[in-house]
C-alpha cells in the first residue's frame, strides 16, 4: 500500500514537473502578415509574461496549467488565443490593421531665426542687419498612409515674424542708431510633406519628415519691415514681394494616446531659398524703387502636435 502511495506521488510530481518545463512558440503578426515587435504575452490572472521580439516572436513558459494566453499592445484591441505549441496571432486594430487610408496632423511650432541678415544702405542712414527673430505659428496637414511607415500630404501653415533691425541716421552730421524689434507680420505657406514613422503601432517610435514648399510674407495693416532716415535720403523696406520657397526637414517621436490618436514631439531645421524684398529709396528729391534678394533667415523650430 505503501508502495502504491508512493508511485503516485511520484507520478505526480513527475507530471508537474514535466508541465512547469512546456514552452510555447508562437508570432505575432498584423492583418497584413506584418510582424509586431513588443506585443506583451501574459498568462491570465497570472505575473508571467514576455515581449514578442523584432520579428515578432515570442517564447514563454508556464509553469502552471493554462488554457489561453493574452496579447496586448498600444493601438490594438486585446486578443485571447488557446495555448498551442506553436502560435500563430493575428492583431487586426490599429494602425497596421488600417496600413492605407485618411490620415491629419496638426503642429504648433515655435522657434529661431538663423542666417540670412539683410542689410540696405542709402546716402546718409542705414537699415542694417535685419533678421527674423523668432518664428511661430501652426499647421496643417492632411494625406494618406500608404502603408504601416510612409505618409504622403499636402498642407499649409501660417507662422508669426518678430523681427529685429538696426536703423543708423546721420542729420547734419549728427550720427545715431536704434535698434527695434517688432511683429511686423506673418508668413503663410503651402507645402507638400512626406514622413515615415518606425513603428506606428508602438507605445513610443521615432519619425523623419520632410517638408517643402512656398512662404509668402503678409504685412499687418501694410507695416513697413524697416526703415531709416537721414538728411537727405531715405529707406523704407515692405513685405510687398517678399516670400521664399523652403524645404524643412525634421525629426522626432510620435508617442501613441489611444488607437490611432498619437502625439508628436519633434525638431525641424526651415531653409529657405530666396527671399525678396521690396524697397524705396528717396535721395534728392528722386524716387528709385527695386527688388532686392537676399538669402531669407533659416530657422531651427520646436515642434509638438497630434495626429489621427
Known amino acids: 500500500m505503501n508502495r502504491f502511495i508512493l508511485i503516485v506521488i511520484i507520478t505526480i510530481l513527475s507530471s508537474a514537473s514535466t508541465f512547469a518545463r512546456e514552452t510555447i512558440k508562437g508570432t505575432v503578426v498584423d492583418a497584413k502578415g506584418e510582424p509586431i515587435p513588443g506585443v506583451r504575452v501574459e498568462v491570465p490572472g497570472n505575473s508571467e509574461f514576455v515581449f514578442t521580439d523584432l520579428d515578432g516572436m515570442f517564447q514563454i513558459i508556464l509553469r502552471e496549467p493554462t488554457k489561453n494566453l493574452k496579447f496586448t499592445y498600444p493601438g490594438y484591441s486585446p486578443a485571447t488565443y488557446k495555448v498551442k505549441p506553436e502560435m500563430r496571432v493575428v492583431m487586426g ?139 537727405s535720403s531715405r529707406i523704407i523696406v515692405n513685405g510687398d514681394l517678399c516670400g521664399s520657397f523652403f524645404i524643412s526637414p525634421s525629426i522626432g517621436y510620435r508617442i501613441t494616446l489611444h488607437n490611432k490618436f498619437g502625439m508628436n514631439l519633434g525638431i525641424s531645421y526651415m531653409a529657405g531659398m530666396k527671399k525678396k524684398f521690396n524697397v524705396e529709396e528717396y535721395s534728392r528729391n528722386t524716387t528709385t524703387e527695386f527688388v532686392f534678394k537676399q538669402r531669407t533667415s533659416d530657422a531651427i523650430l520646436f515642434n509638438i502636435g497630434f495626429d489621427i
Open 93 to 231: 486594430k490599429g494602425w497596421a490593421g488600417h496600413e492605407k487610408g485618411a490620415r491629419s496632423m496638426i503642429d504648433l511650432e515655435g522657434g529661431i531665426g538663423l542666417n540670412g541678415k539683410a542689410t540696405f544702405i542709402s546716402e546718409d542712414c542705414e537699415a542694417r542687419d535685419l533678421q527674423t527673430l523668432v518664428l511661430t505659428g501652426v499647421s496643417f496637414t492632411l494625406g494618406r498612409q500608404i502603408n504601416r511607415h510612409l505618409f504622403i500630404g499636402w498642407g499649409f501653415a501660417t507662422y508669426l515674424d518678430l523681427t529685429r533691425y538696426e536703423e543708423l541716421e546721420n542729420y547734419n552730421n549728427y550720427y545715431s542708431s536704434w535698434k527695434y524689434t517688432d511683429l511686423t507680420g506673418f508668413y503663410a505657406s503651402l507645402f507638400v510633406a512626406a514622413r515615415w514613422d518606425f513603428g506606428l503601432t508602438r507605445k513610443t517610435a521615432p519619425y523623419i519628415g520632410l517638408k517643402a514648399g512656398y512662404m509668402q510674407y503678409l504685412p499687418i495693416a501694410d507695416y513697413d519691415l524697416c526703415y531709416a532716415y537721414g538728411s
